[in-house]
């Protein structure tokens, strides 16, 4: 048997003493946690290299893939560079679900429900007046803010920008509706609420996300998501993905519990163990789990501070994601597409397949729920979509799928910790590596910083440049003209026309003021 020098220097080939009894004989270059698509990304990655490295994926339950559900199976847009490439690379052809749901025997045009809706066509008079017009200014102030949140992070460098995101959202915009709107689509799109992130952090998140209205029109279906030609779920990526890398690299049922940072011969070993006690040893670990598999991993002997408590007041977040099936599409029958995008009733839906709706619904029950707040979260779902859809039927419902997730919270983490421990993830938020297009973002930049530190000599000029600039592939160009339209707001505007008014009202005070001195001066002479 050859000695654990000889397997850290990477002579022996991964089949060879696959399956030993005891994890700590053998020493892994690299021990990746978490087989989901993150963790696969960089899996292959180290793979194609050819380089002799000797890798292990550890997964906690027993097939890989992760989680990808309710709004993580639609995180792919044309505008996506590193997911788009990597279905083009496994030859995974793919379709647009907007076109697939439209139903062609309609007979009239369906419409989508989306934040701007009108209001019903009953009310009439001065009040649906005004209400129709204050409508068109909220969502005209809320499309002329996303257009200056594009062009402020779609640039090469994002200015340092402390201040608060909740005051910058104060001072850009003029309604309160619209301010709703864009905390809501901040929560859902970053998983944080603007007040726990700075200007900068927010459109880091952002630019990684491709765009701001990217992120709108791929929420409310105007432009359509892809995802696999005659498939539901992303299983096909998954499978592929296990091809490339070879089955016998993935251990499954090894839920990682701890890490521990030895040094064995002047140089740093990390010691892995799992819940049921057993250990491995590597060179260098790549954490590729989500935040809230993160936080239940303990790293010794003293641990990097990663991460942010949220704020109590603000409230966390359950995320409740589901299907329902219906005999027939009443939603088509009453005019509707199936989707509905409604932040001040925080539902996301769309058709996802026949006679079927899927979507998720945030709900602001915090800890363990039990099968009460179960029942109610489905009921108030099923409330919600009788009451956008004006149809009874769709509180009877053939099938009813839910599964609740709690939204992570704030993350601040730096690729490596110690150089031998890399997280597959941001160095602002682990929360969009949850979804496929950050993912596969994560899983190259954590390979890319492994290979560094295993085999410098594989990396390409290239590739470090692209890991460093992962996101400068959705870059814009933007003009003079455009950076100075899409500055004007009508906030500045109404300061800007009250800081008039009050010259004009104090300035035609005081004409008032003394014209009446002259007259009384001429009176009395």
């Given at each position: 048997m050859q000695t654990s020098q000889q397997l850290s220097s990477g002579h022996r080939t991964a089949n060879e003493d696959e399956d030993d009894e005891d994890g700590e004989s053998e020493l892994l270059d690299l021990a990746i946690v978490g087989a989901g698509i993150s963790g696969l990304m960089a899996a292959k990655t180290i793979s194609e290299k050819r380089a002799d490295i000797r890798f292990r994926l550890f997964e906690k339950s027993t097939h890989p893939g992760g989680t990808l559900d309710g709004l993580k199976t639609r995180w792919i847009t044309p505008h996506h560079y590193h997911a788009m490439n990597l279905c083009r690379e496994l030859q995974i052809p793919l379709g647009t679900v907007w076109r697939q749901s439209e139903a062609s025997e309609a007979r009239r045009s369906l419409f989508s429900i989306g934040p701007f809706r009108k209001r019903p066509s009953g009310s009439q008079g001065a009040n649906s007046f005004m209400s129709s017009l204050r409508d068109l200014l909220v969502r005209l102030e809320s499309t002329r803010f996303m257009a200056e949140l594009d062009c402020l992070c779609t640039v090469k460098y994002i200015e340092s920008n402390a201040q608060n995101m909740e005051c910058f959202l104060q001072r850009k915009l003029l309604f309160e509706a619209s301010r709703r709107f864009f905390r809501f689509l901040i929560k859902?799109?970053?998983?944080?609420?603007p007040s726990e992130l700075t200007v900068a952090a927010c459109l880091r998140l952002f630019r990684s996300m491709s765009s701001v209205r990217d992120l709108y029109d791929m929420l409310t279906l105007q432009n359509g998501h892809l995802q696999p030609v005659?498939?539901?779920n992303w299983d096909v990526l998954i499978e592929r993905l296990v091809a490339r890398v070879g089955p016998e690299h993935v251990t499954y049922s090894t839920n990682i519990v701890q890490v521990e940072i030895t040094s064995e011969q002047r140089s740093d070993i990390v010691s892995l163990t799992d819940g049921t006690g057993r250990r491995w040893r590597a060179r260098f670990v790549i954490l590729a789990v989500?935040?809230?598999?993160?936080?239940?991993?303990?790293?010794?002997p003293e641990g990097p501070l990663y991460f942010?408590?949220?704020?109590i007041q603000l409230g966390l977040w359950s995320m409740a994601n589901f299907t329902v099936r219906y005999p027939a599409p009443y939603w088509r029958d009453h005019g509707y597409t199936g989707s509905i995008f409604c932040p001040t009733q925080c539902l996301i839906c769309y058709e996802s397949g026949r006679n079927q709706l899927s979507g998720t619904y945030f709900s602001p029950l915090r800890g363990v729920l039990n099968d009460t707040e179960r029942h109610l979260i489905r009921d108030t779902i099923l409330r919600l979509l009788r009451t956008n859809f004006a149809c009874r039927t769709m509180q009877k419902p053939l099938e009813f799928g839910l599964e609740l997730h709690p939204i992570p919270f704030y993350f601040d983490v730096f690729p490596t910790f110690e150089r031998c421990i890399i997280f597959s993830s941001t160095n602002v938020s682990c929360w969009y590596r949850g979804f496929i297009n950050g993912s596969i973002q994560g899983g190259v930049r954590a390979a890319i910083l492994a290979l560094l530190e295993i085999r410098?000599?594989?990396?390409?000029?290239r590739e470090v440049t692209d890991m460093q600039c992962m996101h400068f592939k959705y870059f814009h160009q933007r003009s003079s003209y455009e950076r100075v339209w899409y500055s004007l707001n009508l906030a500045s505007v109404s300061r800007f026309l009250l800081g008039?008014?009050?010259v004009l009202l104090t300035y035609g005070a005081y004409r008032m003021l003394l014209k009446a001195d002259i007259c009384s001066w001429w009176s009395n002479r």
């Open positions: 859902i799109g970053t998983g944080f609420y005659g498939s539901l989500s935040c809230l598999d993160l936080v239940q991993i303990s790293i010794l942010h408590q949220p704020d410098p000599q594989t990396i390409t000029f008039v008014g009050a």
